[in-house]
């Protein structure tokens, strides 16, 4: 591997926020969409793979995190801001995106306009059907929501248009999942197979729900591993 690159910094300037990123790298496109919570600082360790390899990376705050503005309250908010994102880029991005992120970016494929901007999706221990009760137990087990409840219950509350969405995607998807501590069950790959029979499953040993924390390499490997076909 080269090393560190250093990123260029990015902005996009929302109706109610300012989004701050950065994107390293030259190529085909990663969109990288962080986990609620996080900061795009995150993907950097992902990026040091996907960039040798000879991809771009762009990764943004999202609202309410890190260096950006607004408020995260609702997922139309971050889903538009998804959307803004892809609208900056090149035709042909692929999107990672990590619970939150993954669930955001299933909202923005909503608009036709936007999913033909999207080569792929890439679903990093997040899935559209969610189960309300263990999604709460799950974050009740991993500490306070801070600013993000209303957030969360948001997200659950648009379960069944995130379903429908999926369902009717004719994208290629992955699904990237922990091993280890994971949000998901097996149940849970299940119902995404039922409603996209064409995603690919990739488990990641030794990791929980953030997988790029845990095993950044890891993950970058199975992206390139399933994705680069996608191109």
């Known amino acids: 591997m080269s090393g560190p690159v250093a990123p260029r ?14 994107e390293t790298g030259a190529g085909p496109t990663y969109l990288l969409l962080h986990a609620g919570g996080e900061r795009r600082q995150v993907w950097r360790p992902v990026s040091e793979v996907l960039v040798d390899a000879g991809y771009r990376c762009v990764a943004f705050d999202q609202r309410g995190h890190g260096d950006s503005e607004g408020s995260a309250r609702t997922l139309s908010a971050c889903a538009d801001d998804v959307a803004a994102m892809l609208r900056a880029e090149p035709p042909g991005s692929v ?14 494929l909503t608009d036709p306009a936007v999913r033909a901007r999207v080569t792929g999706l890439v679903l990093v221990d997040v899935v559209p059907c969610l189960d309300p009760s263990r999604v709460r137990r799950f974050l009740d087990s991993v500490g306070p929501l801070g600013g993000h409840t209303a957030l969360v219950e948001d997200i659950l ?6 379903r429908q969405v999926t369902a009717e ?3 290629p998807v992955l699904l990237v999942h922990g091993d280890n501590g994971s949000s998901l069950t097996d149940e849970d790959v299940s119902q995404l197979l039922h409603l996209a029979p064409h995603t690919t499953v990739r488990p990641i040993r030794g990791a929980g729900h953030l997988i790029a924390r845990a095993q950044p390499v890891a993950l970058a490997r199975a992206v390139i591993a399933t994705t680069t076909a996608w191109r």
């Open 157 to 162: 509350a648009q379960v069944p248009r995130l």
């Open 95 to 108: 999107v990672v995106g990590a619970s939150l992120g993954g669930l955001a970016a299933v909202a923005a």
């Open 9 to 22: 910094i990015r902005r996009i300037t929302r109706p109610d926020a300012i989004l701050r990123g950065e």
């Open 169 to 171: 995607l004719d994208l």
